[in-house]
């Protein structure tokens, strides 16, 4: 009788456990709504069937809201969307044009700067925008003991875009009206439009500012399309629609809700799934399957990079610019972008990218020519290669320039090794390898590279390759006083077409003396749905989503 | 009993000051300029001096250990280098929505894994056992990161029928009050979300809690087979108690101690390997604030964090052995 009894208890929980295990599965999918719980569905009465609220997936977190603390792209997308600046640049370009102010005059020193503001613009806080409003902002960002810097901020960009405490170019910032304001410059700034557009110098509420301390940072008030409404730390940042923006029309969206989701097929298949709407940074891997996916569109961001790798001429080895150019020919750099990036990069030929005004269209790039690297290898006096092998240090980490610098790195080891060149590649920890760079001791050349910041070539040219820049950006130790005096001319030259001709002559010198190989010019791919229409990438890495709706 | 209780109490004390120690010294071995890596290229050389100065890391070794411990002792984590923002309050959310996804997990290791382990040690040698052991085996080997982004495309992309990130239903989302989802939403009387909470558990859980179901599927019956031929089970059955009683009642309370250890072990490292699956399911816990906070160099919250876990791993393990002096009363003897 137990025998019996025994069997049909077995069979009893095993039915108990599938039946749980069938409600379980059938519970999920039976509920309907739990098919896509998120998107497809239209939130919020507002539009009848038409979607108004916009999940945006990324891949990290901001630091901070307050755009004028920060340097990281994460964080100034946002602030994008909260506040204003008193020139923007056009949708998709670097292009500058009004924004807060409306028109602004030059004196012909190029010293004093008179803008006309917009009037009526108001703060989401309420308070009005004005003369006021601008000074007390520039005048926070310059003061170095300003009561509303709290402790461990500094203003960076302020600091590297309009000169340190020390050698500050605006002088002073006058309300000269409500509605007017004059800055004075200590001496000509050539791209001082070009950085006043830049994200970071948005202008935010002194009452905001003053009333919030430093809780401003995590409570953005601007004047931006979108009001800031809250902030789950590595989770998503809700923002809501302005109803008294200033400008026709915008923002269309009624909610903006920016998701972090740190691995890049998990966000992919968020978006394959419906539960975000748009997405940064896709896989190179994932593109075929996207361009598969009829509800899915792939966007290109402008490309505004620059991956390269660097000699360090700190090194005996690359004092003769000939070993540097035997370099240059012997990497193949479409061999590398069909192989890693999946095709979604152009070879480099200078040190800016192409979509840049004063890019040298005429400069030829060092062709991939194994024999002439071998040829000029011997003139140097290296018939059989260089006798050491080299320390080539590779990056550890992912960059928008650079998904996966070693196998990059190990693609151009195999190019060296063609020509007698062996090279160990070293990938120390990220912190480790930029303080060795700086350093110069350890590495032969490096990986490295630079996204734009400001749409000027000062900002890739200067920033990267003069001798002003050692120890810091140029972290090849590369002299050349010539270079020097045509990027300090182009610095203090008001007339833009003599400054793009001053950065022509600069890159026919840079290319002759080969610092660097100049490796890619990456395109950044985003994806989006179908029905998601109006959003227009910028190449600076953030845009306003005002414009952005759904069909 | 009490005796037992204080003692283990007390042996928490150096456990936990050795503890402080080890975190402190290996952040400050890894090498690299913090203040370079934290305020990016674009920084002046005077802010990143001014950093290292509110940082103390001018100042020797020592001397910052004693401010740390002092400052501890006043329960002050200190302030995140990133968000300026005091981690112990800023931890709390993600030290929630970690705890509950652990609990979910271990619920579903717990659940699936004793019971596979008790059927197939129930029915050794069938189908059933064979079946069992080769998923556990399977189970036990498989990628955490692999299984979660498998279970998004299939459950999620393919079947729709699960969500594949976050906690719940962002567009609408509950007021956070005690940051445990599922509460917050009874709490706010929103049950439509408590099903979508659920829901969103779901898929994270199984990835995070497949190994420990794996690994108690086995312990459980490799214990439960020993149990089983012992004379008084022998005894049990003889007196003509049903199976089900024997195999749940009697056999299982001893085989339960084994089973409790591998339990405890197993939630204490969930709770640190949790990194992947948080990332895999954009889950805001505390497996992604440390895993931020490293790539970011972080000094003070990722010491804060590692202590945390540590400390919830210590705590895991204290009541695992308070509760084994519940099940088996000769234990406080010893």
């Known amino acids: ?551 | 009993m009490n005796a037992y209780f204080l003692k283990r109490l007390a042996v928490l004390i150096p456990v936990l000051l050795g503890m402080t120690l080890i975190v402190f010294s290996i952040i400050h071995a890894i090498p690299g300029d913090p203040a370079e890596t934290i305020l990016g290229d674009k920084a002046t050389e005077q802010s990143k001096q001014a950093l290292r100065e509110q940082l103390g890391l001018d100042k020797p070794w020592l001397q910052q250990y004693g401010t740390y411990l002092g400052e501890l002792a006043h329960g002050d984590l200190g302030d995140s280098i990133r968000t300026r923002q005091p981690i112990a309050r800023e931890m709390v959310p993600y030290l929630a929505a970690t705890l509950e996804l652990t609990v979910a997990s271990m619920f579903f290791a717990v659940v699936v894994g004793m019971n596979a382990g008790i059927v197939s040690a129930w029915k050794r040698n069938s189908w059933f056992d064979y079946v069992s052991m080769v998923i556990a085996l399977v189970g036990v080997s498989m990628p955490i990161f692999w299984l979660g982004l498998m279970e998004q495309w299939i459950f999620a992309n393919k079947l729709h029928w699960l969500p594949s990130i976050g906690r719940m239903n962002s567009r609408d989302p509950v007021e956070a009050v005690t940051h445990l989802a599922i509460i917050d939403a009874i709490i706010g009387g929103r049950m439509d979300q408590v099903w979508t909470v659920i829901k969103h558990l779901i898929l994270p859980s199984i990835a995070l809690g497949t190994i420990p179901m794996a690994v108690i599927a086995r312990i459980t019956r490799s214990s439960m087979l020993e149990v089983m031929d012992a004379d008084y089970i022998r005894t049990a059955r003889a007196k003509g108690l049903a199976s089900f009683q024997v195999v749940y009642k009697h056999a299982l309370k001893n085989a339960a101690i084994p089973v409790l250890t591998v339990v405890g072990l197993q939630t204490g490292s969930l709770l640190g390997g949790a990194v992947l699956t948080e990332t895999i399911f954009a889950w805001p816990g505390i497996g992604r604030y440390i895993f931020e906070a490293i790539s970011s160099r972080d000094y003070p919250v990722i010491q804060s964090g590692i202590l945390i876990i540590a400390f919830l791993f210590v705590i895991i393990n204290l009541i695992v052995d308070l509760l084994y002096a519940v099940l088996d009363r000769r234990i406080h003897y010893q």
């Open chain 1, 1 to 551: 009788m137990s025998k019996k009894y025994a069997k049909h208890n077995i069979w009893t929980v095993l039915l108990v456990l599938a039946l749980g295990f069938v409600l379980v599965l059938s519970g999920c999918g039976g509920s309907g709504e739990g098919a896509k719980p998120e998107a497809g569905q239209p939130s919020g009465g507002a539009g009848e069937g038409v979607q108004d609220t916009l999940i945006y997936g990324r891949g990290g977190d901001s630091v901070a809201l307050d755009p004028a603390i920060v340097t990281d792209g994460e964080s100034l997308k946002i602030t994008h969307q909260v506040f204003d600046t008193l020139l923007e640049y056009k949708d998709g370009t670097t292009i500058i044009q009004p924004g807060l102010a409306e028109s602004w005059e030059v004196s012909p020193d190029g010293l004093i700067y008179t803008f006309k503001l917009r009037q009526g613009v108001k703060f989401h806080d309420g308070t009005d925008f004005n003369a006021e409003a601008v000074v007390f902002n520039f005048e926070r960002w310059a003061d170095p003991k300003s009561p509303y810097k709290y402790e461990g901020d500094s203003f960076d960009y302020y600091d590297s875009m309009f000169g340190s405490e020390e050698s500050r170019v605006i002088k002073s910032v006058k309300a000269l009206d409500a509605n007017t304001v004059q800055f004075t410059l200590s001496k000509p700034q050539a791209p001082f439009l070009q950085n006043l557009a830049m994200a970071t110098f948005g202008i935010a509420s002194p009452k905001a500012v003053q009333e919030k301390k430093a809780d401003f940072k995590s409570n953005p008030v601007g004047t931006g399309p979108f009001v800031f409404k809250e902030w789950k730390r590595n989770d998503s940042i809700t923002l809501e629609k302005n109803p008294t923006y200033w400008k026709e029309g915008q923002p269309k969206l009624a909610k903006v809700i920016v998701r972090s989701i740190p691995d890049n097929t998990a966000r992919f298949n968020a978006l394959q799934n419906g539960e975000i709407d748009l997405m940064d940074d896709m896989n190179p891997d994932d593109v075929k399957q996207l361009e598969g996916n009829s509800e899915l569109v792939k966007i290109e961001r402008p490309s505004f990079n620059v991956a390269y790798i660097g000699f360090n001429l700190k090194k005996k080895t690359f004092n003769n610019p000939k070993v540097r150019q035997a370099l240059n020919h012997a990497v193949n750099k479409q061999a590398i972008i069909d192989a890693l990036f999946a095709g979604q990069a152009k070879p480099a030929v200078n040190p800016m990218p192409p979509t840049l005004w004063g890019y040298n269209d005429s400069i030829q790039d060092y062709a991939y020519d194994l024999n002439k690297a071998k040829a000029l290898l011997a003139e140097a006096g290296f018939p059989n290669g260089l006798p050491e092998p080299l320390t080539f240090y590779a990056m550890p980490v992912s960059r928008p320039y650079m998904p996966d610098g070693k196998k990059v790195a190990e693609a151009i080891q195999a190019d060296f090794e063609k020509i007698g060149v062996k090279v160990n590649i070293q990938s120390p920890e990220w912190a480790t390898y930029l303080d060795d760079l700086k350093g110069g001791e350890k590495d032969d050349l490096y990986m490295l590279g630079w996204n734009g910041d400001n749409g000027d070539p000062d900002n890739f040219l200067y920033t990267l390759l003069d001798k002003d820049t050692i120890p810091g950006n140029n972290r090849s130790f590369y002299v050349n006083e010539e270079l020097h005096k045509i990027l300090v001319k182009a610095q203090t030259e008001v007339d833009q077409d003599k400054r793009a001709e001053l950065y022509k002559q600069a890159q026919e010198i840079i290319k002759k003396d080969a610092p660097w190989i100049p490796l890619v010019h990456t395109t950044p791919v985003m994806a989006g749905k179908t029905t998601l229409k109006g959003y227009v990438p910028s190449p600076t890495g953030s845009e306003s989503l005002g414009n952005v709706y759904f069909e």
